[in-house]
C-alpha cells in the first residue's frame, strides 16, 4: 500500500534554531497538508497546499512557518525560529482529490522537540 | 460551540461488546466526515468515510444525520485490538477539522 514518508521521525532542537521536517507524499497524490499534534491535544490543522501555493492556513502557521515543494517529489514545512511551544508531532498528510469522500493518508509523524 | 465535538472518554468495555460514539460538529455546510483510528504517539489512519446513508465495514458501522449535525460510529463485538482514539473528523473548504478523539479500551 502507497505511504507517505517523513523524516526524520525525532527531531531535538534548540529554541531559535530553524528545523526543515521533510515528506514524500503518495505519488499521484496532489493535495498536501500538515498538522500538527501537542502531546495530549487534538490533531490541528496548519496548512493546505496545492498547485504549488499555499491553499489555506491556520492562525497557528505564521511568519516563522514555510512550506515548500523543492521538487515535484519532497513537501517541506521550515519552522525559521523554533520556540517552545513549537514541540509537537508534526504529521505530513496527502491526498488524491479535495472533494468527495477521498481521506486523506498520513505519514507516521516527526516528534519535534525544542529545549 | 466547539467546530468538532466528541466526548473524550474513556469507554472501558469488555471483550465482545457493542460500543457506540458520537461526535457533533457546528458548520452545517460540511459536506465530508470521516472516522479514523489513532493509537499512541501514531498517526491517524482511515477507519472509513461517512455517507448519508449509513454504511458498514464488517464489524463498524458508521451514521450521519445532517439535520442534528452528528456523526456516530457503531463498533459490534470489541476486539481488544480495536482499543485506540477514534477520531471524528468533518472536512472544511481545504482542510480536515478533527474532533479530540473518544478513548476505547477494551478489556479482556
Known amino acids: 500500500e502507497p505511504e507517505v514518508t517523513q523524516t526524520p521521525s525525532h527531531q531535538v532542537t534548540q529554541m531559535g534554531q530553524e528545523v526543515i521536517l521533510r515528506c514524500v507524499p503518495i505519488?499521484?497524490?496532489?493535495?498536501f497538508y500538515w498538522y500538527r499534534q501537542i502531546l495530549g491535544q487534538k490533531v490541528e490543522f496548519l496548512v493546505s497546499?496545492?498547485?504549488?501555493?499555499?491553499?489555506?492556513k491556520s492562525e497557528i502557521f505564521d511568519d516563522q512557518f514555510s512550506v515548500e515543494r523543492p521538487d515535484g517529489s519532497n513537501f517541506t514545512l521550515k519552522i525559521r525560529s523554533t520556540k517552545l511551544e513549537d514541540s509537537a508531532m508534526y504529521f505530513c498528510?496527502?491526498?488524491?482529490?479535495?472533494?468527495?469522500?477521498?481521506?486523506?493518508?498520513f505519514g507516521s509523524g516527526t516528534r519535534l522537540t525544542v529545549v | 460551540r466547539k467546530e468538532v465535538e466528541q466526548d473524550p472518554g474513556p469507554f472501558n468495555v469488555p471483550e465482545g461488546a457493542t460500543v457506540a460514539f458520537n461526535c457533533t460538529y457546528s458548520?452545517?455546510?460540511?459536506?465530508?466526515f470521516f472516522w479514523y483510528r489513532q493509537d499512541c504517539r501514531k498517526e491517524p489512519k482511515l477507519l472509513m468515510s461517512?455517507?448519508?446513508s449509513g454504511n458498514e465495514d464488517g464489524r463498524f458501522t458508521a451514521q450521519l444525520n445532517r439535520a442534528s449535525q452528528y456523526i456516530s460510529l457503531l463498533i459490534r463485538d470489541s476486539k481488544l485490538s480495536d482499543s485506540a482514539t477514534y477520531l471524528c473528523?468533518?472536512?472544511?473548504?481545504?482542510?480536515?477539522?478533527f474532533g479530540t478523539g473518544t478513548r476505547l479500551k477494551v478489556l479482556a
Open positions: 473528523v468533518v472536512k472544511g473548504t481545504y482542510k480536515y477539522i
Open positions: 505519488s499521484n497524490h496532489l493535495y
Open positions: 498528510a496527502s491526498s488524491v482529490s479535495d472533494r468527495g469522500n477521498y481521506g486523506y493518508t
Open positions: 458548520n452545517s455546510a460540511s459536506q465530508s
Open positions: 461517512v455517507y448519508s
Open positions: 497546499f496545492y498547485n504549488n501555493e499555499i491553499s489555506e
